[in-house]
């Protein structure tokens, strides 16, 4: 594999629907598991329209293309010359190569470009399975192993996202495995297989070994085998000849836990290529309390960052929120006004006065709901500070200790006790969004007096010793930090988060954009209030009422 030369690649493109049009195309040449020599990157400019919600993902504008881009022709030649007949791969080959580049090639009448190689997506699946939780998403991965941030969403930034999770994560694991030839990866990456954690029905989220101890499940991969459905029989049977073989077959477990120690013991650990990758095979009860340690630590840093991020955003927000209540809520009085004076000519029209008048009931009922939506974001907001670095510091230490908290499996069977950690993990969460960390730290201080406060069952968070309880817990740990991470980047990738890091960097723009939005709403405002009125004219001509009965 070492002296293998190949091409990976990433495009960037106008969406998903066909025709599709690449706007960024990437390549890097790779000598065995590392990049040889520079990346090339190229816009292209093919005179297409780019959708909005393309464009919020890349960032490619039509204009930015016509200013920037080059010529597809040239593009591709330039990108021909640099891959030759090597083999192409990409983290998702199948769009990248099948649905994107093919067919562009064939739409420009341009020669097909190197050869098929194989789709790291998959060779990821199958090498880190079932690590990190069934999530095989690059920036997911990325943060999960603490990758460099190289730009997310750029094709440039993507090649060397990949480039750095081979080389730094799936090569020891595929060395491990034995898969040391160019052959072997491409022969591993297109096989058959399945998630070994069951991703449909009432079994989800289950791991297949499982199946071994458990008939129930057993069971139901039994009949799935025998489904009359040629698919779902090739699973079922896939999963039966897993387990047949899965006893002779030693467990491997891959963390990123840098923060815990990562000696070898016994011979029963190997350390990975890289600080923070560490694969276990067979792992014991020491190890597992190491692999725990190490994911409680990583889902401790990941909330603090959540909640530090968030709280910015939900400052910017509030800073906002009390600049424009008033247009908006004239606004949306206005709305509610059109919309149930409609409504009542309707009624009055079709059901006369008696029906007429619930039509003036729901609308007080729903004009005092939105007064008092609008009073309860405006104490929500109230509340809304920044975080002191005081503060930012505390919760660092505070979420070392909540976190020793989550151990949701362990109070599956007593209902009374679940109730009280789904409670109490509702408050954590609560405060977490509120920016509350005098309630933060009350639980994390003394979980167990917040509880008795509260009225509820007590818990007992001690870790078990038994090894199928840490197993779990550590499994449970592994699927909340990819919860935690999927909500970070979907916050990162919010228009709020964008326009919060805007306003940081340019002090007024808030004050600029609220008064923007002040004239748009009065504009919107003075629309409404001519439709209010036409529509007030309407009722008192039909009801012979002096005014609107509504509003």
């Not at 020669?111 to 790291?120: K, N």
């Not at 998630?195 to 129930?216: M, W």
């Not at 199928?468 to 988060?497: C, G, M």
């Amino acid at each position: 594999m070492n002296t293998s030369h190949w091409i990976l690649i990433d495009t960037e493109t106008t969406g998903l629907s066909a025709p599709i049009f690449v706007v960024e195309l990437a390549a890097q040449r790779m000598c065995g598991w590392n990049p040889a020599g520079e990346p090339v990157r190229k816009l292209l400019n093919q005179n297409a329209d780019i959708p909005a919600e393309a464009s919020r993902v890349h960032g490619y504008t039509r204009e930015i293309l016509e200013r920037d881009g080059d010529p597809a022709h040239q593009v591709y030649r330039e990108f021909a010359d640099y891959a030759g007949n090597l083999p192409l791969v990409s983290f998702n080959l199948e769009y990248d190569l099948d649905e994107v580049l093919q067919p562009e090639w064939k739409r420009l009448r341009i020669g097909v470009i190197g050869s098929r190689g194989f789709c790291a997506l998959r060779l990821a699946q199958r090498l880190l399975d079932p690590v990190p939780a069934g999530n095989c998403k690059l920036q997911t991965l990325r943060q999960y192993f603490r990758l460099p941030e190289r730009g997310a969403h750029t094709a440039l930034g993507d090649v060397q996202t990949v480039a750095d999770l081979m080389a730094q994560v799936l090569r020891p694991i595929a060395e491990h495995r034995g898969l040391d030839t160019w052959e072997k990866l491409v022969a591993f990456a297109a096989e058959k297989w399945f998630p070994s954690r069951i991703a449909f029905g009432k079994h989800k989220g289950r791991l297949i070994q499982e199946a071994r101890k458990d008939a129930e499940l057993r069971g139901w991969l039994d009949w799935l085998a025998k489904s009359s459905n040629a698919r779902n029989a090739k699973m079922g049977r896939w999963y039966l000849r897993q387990l047949a073989t899965a006893a002779a077959q030693p467990d491997t477990t891959v963390f990123a836990a840098p923060e815990i120690e990562r000696e070898s013991k016994r011979g029963d650990t190997a350390q990975a290529g890289l600080a923070g990758l560490v694969i276990y095979i067979n792992p014991e009860l020491e190890q597992l309390r190491l692999l725990v340690a190490g994911a409680r630590a990583r889902l401790a840093e990941l909330e603090v960052n959540f909640t530090k991020e968030k709280s910015r955003v939900d400052v910017m927000q509030a800073v906002l929120f009390r600049q424009l209540r008033e247009p908006y809520q004239q606004r949306d009085r206005l709305r509610l006004i059109v919309d149930y004076r409609r409504k009542f000519l309707d009624s009055l029209v079709r059901g006369g006065e008696e029906e007429a008048k619930q039509t003036e009931t729901n609308y007080e009922q729903a004009k005092a709901q939105t007064d008092k939506d609008y009073e309860e974001t405006a104490a929500a907001v109230a509340a809304k500070k920044q975080l002191t670095a005081e503060e930012e510091a505390e919760l660092s230490r505070l979420w070392k200790k909540l976190v020793k908290l989550y151990h949701p499996d362990r109070f599956a069977h007593e209902p009374d006790k679940l109730e009280t950690y789904h409670k109490l993990t509702a408050a954590i969460n609560r405060a977490k969004d509120a920016g509350d960390i005098k309630t933060l730290r009350e639980i994390a201080e003394d979980p167990h007096s917040f509880i008795l406060r509260q009225g509820w069952a007590t818990l007992d968070f001690s870790d078990a010793a038994e090894l199928a309880q840490l197993r779990r817990l550590h499994e449970t740990l592994q699927l909340e930090i990819i919860a935690v991470l999927e909500s970070l980047n979907r916050l990162r990738e919010s228009p709020d988060y964008e326009l919060c890091q805007l306003s940081e960097k340019k002090p007024g723009l808030l004050d600029e954009l609220a008064a923007e939005r002040k004239m748009l709403l009065e504009k919107e405002r003075a629309e409404l209030q001519q439709q209010a009125d036409k529509l007030a004219e309407e009722i008192n001509e039909l009801t012979g009422a002096d005014s609107s009965r509504i509003g």
